[in-house]
């Protein structure tokens, strides 16, 4: 049972414009919500967390939309880069429990 | 400041033989430690975390066992290696009253053959 789901496995995005990441979450208990990146052969590193009592997070070029009602949240990338290609994964976790991490989806910026 | 320490980086591996991952954490005290899966085209799955020396739990049914000899020392280990144990395994750390922010290792890639 997928508690966080990433429907997109991958991602393609121009240089310059926005990238635009979903996830969606069946347990309507979580209340605190990360997104993680991945470059190939190295750990995960923590990029933006959002908890449940706000609705929009920002940090610099990232900005974390969460909307409970719909159980769906979003990371945007404004301006894209090229570095920025990577997995992200998305997670959530329960009154302080155990993170529950989606599949993640890979996102490609093209020069 | 912490760092998180993971040896080997890679690892090949026959089958039957078995497995020692040592995780270990600087800078920090009473670290809550995680060992995680990443399987190929898969998310990161959670094997085992420990909030304290010798407190080990498992999140799923499996080959492998975890310990915590030390305060911030984390070991997976497997007596049996099977070929479905391939992946990319990784250690992460929290502060004590928290799992939310959880920093990773570098990982290592186990091949089993």
């Known amino acids: 049972d997928q508690q966080v789901k990433q429907n997109s496995p991958s991602l393609s995005v121009q240089e310059g414009r926005i990238s635009i990441l979903n996830c969606d979450y069946t347990?309507?208990?979580?209340?605190?919500f990360l997104w993680y990146k991945k470059y190939p052969a190295e750990g995960p590193t923590f990029l933006i967390s959002i908890s449940s009592i706000k609705d929009k997070n920002e940090d610099g070029r990232f900005t974390v939309f969460l909307n409970k009602s719909a159980k769906h949240l979003s990371l945007h990338i404004v301006p894209s880069q090229p570095g920025d290609s990577a997995v992200y994964f998305c997670?959530?976790?329960?009154?302080?429990?155990?993170?529950?991490f989606g599949a993640g989806t890979i996102l490609r910026v093209k020069s | 400041s912490q760092t998180i320490h993971q040896w080997p980086a890679t690892l090949v591996q026959p089958v039957g033989s078995p497995l020692s991952l040592e995780c270990t954490v600087e800078g920090t005290s009473n670290p809550n430690l995680y060992w995680y899966r990443q399987a190929a085209g898969r998310g990161l799955q959670l094997l085992f975390y420990?909030?304290?020396?010798?407190?080990i739990s498992s999140e799923v049914p499996q080959n492998l066992s975890a310990s915590r000899p030390q305060d911030r020392q984390f070991i997976l280990s497997s007596k049996k290696l099977l070929l479905s144990d391939s992946g990319f395994y990784l250690c992460?750390?929290?502060?004590?009253?928290?799992?939310?922010?959880?920093?990773f290792g570098p990982g290592t890639r186990l091949t089993v053959l």
């Open positions: 347990n309507s208990m979580f209340d605190y």
């Open positions: 420990s909030v304290g020396i010798g407190q």
């Open positions: 992460a750390w929290s502060q004590y009253f928290s799992y939310n922010e959880q920093f």
């Open positions: 997670a959530a976790s329960e009154y302080g429990n155990k993170l529950v």
